[in-house]
């Protein structure tokens, strides 16, 4: 899926359990209870994530998404 526009609340972060800093050229963003840390860059003044998004368990590993039909 292609997204032109993500939009993160660092708000939305923080009252989830999460630390966030942000510094010129980049931050992290850390899960106070599991410690796992994800880490932004910034580019032209935008700050953007790397994500992977795993393919469904169980699924057809052919498509995205798996949802009943009509």
Known sequence: MEVKCPILSVRCLVDDGHDVWIRKGGGIIRNIKSEKEMKCYDHAGVYY????VDGPEGGDSTQLFNRPGP
Not at 49 to 52: G, R, T, V
């Open 49 to 52: 994530l790397k994500m992977k």
